[in-house]
């Protein structure tokens, strides 16, 4: 039996899946208030060629459209991957109060892998755990960048 | 005679009493490719009522449309108050090579002000100088805020 926290990263994790099936860093996220999902968001990067097109800032603005405000208070954010610095950033803008990681990042992560900006005494600081089915999320990770390699071995011009 | 960083500054000054005019917390940025501006943008957050709206990141999206690309590597960025995590985060994954800003943010600063995600050991570091129409900026928000206390003032409902 999952827990409520397994439950909702499953959801982050089926979104991560259908960005690497679509060619991008699979990484995905959902916003969740009062028990349901309010924004669902994967990278798309590649596919808008947008700089800010994470899956966390993809949720945010699905949740900000769904509630009608850019103040994400009463919201428990899940991604598949430690946030990097613009997504910390722009949870931390949202005020949203709680956030479940699955996989460190160790080369970009902006809450605990390179550095921790809920820890730099801005003046909100969301409540952070790391690890929720952190094996399954790196994995999907693994899985796609070693796709890439192969391919690369196939047709060295991509 | 203005400098060229006085004069892009000029630009983005436009924009912030763009934003300060329609109720907005004035704040405005342009980017820069080869002395052509290729991204402007302003704080539209309550008009939107989206988190991400901030100056920056308006600038950055209007930049990806124009250049066709989520990297921004040979662009320079203009911005009349230092970045917050958010921005100086979206401005690390889009590659930008240096950043001018006006007013240092001591509250919301990620670029100096509270911490500076530029010195952390991510793997690109934007050159970085502070100050450029500094008076201008602070002089730009002061007002703003000032005129905020003064309708408070008037009429405590809003």
Redesign the interface.
């Known amino acids: 039996m999952p827990t409520e926290q397994e439950h909702f990263m499953a959801q982050a994790l089926a979104l991560a899946e259908e960005a690497a099936a679509a060619g991008e860093v699979p990484v995905g996220c959902v916003i969740v208030r009062d028990g349901e999902i309010v924004g669902r968001g994967r990278n798309r ?2 596919e ?7 899956a966390e ?1 993809e949720a ?2 699905q949740a ?1 459209a769904a509630l ?5 208070e009463d919201c428990e954010l899940y991604v598949t991957l430690e946030p ?7 949870i ?3 005020r949203i109060r709680r956030v479940w990681y699955g996989a460190r990042d160790e ?2 992560g ?1 809450c605990g892998g ?2 921790n ?1 809920f820890m ?4 909100n600081r969301p409540a952070l755990v790391g690890g929720i089915l952190g094996e399954d999320c790196r994995r999907v990770l693994a899985d796609f960048f070693a796709g890439l390699r192969n391919k690369e071995k196939i047709d060295p011009q991509i």
């Open positions: 990067r590649e808008k060629q947008a700089t800010a097109s994470h800032m945010i603005a900000n009608g405000t850019w103040r994400l990097c610095p613009m997504c910390a950033g722009a931390l803008n949202a080369a970009f902006a390179v550095t900006l730099e005494g801005f003046p």
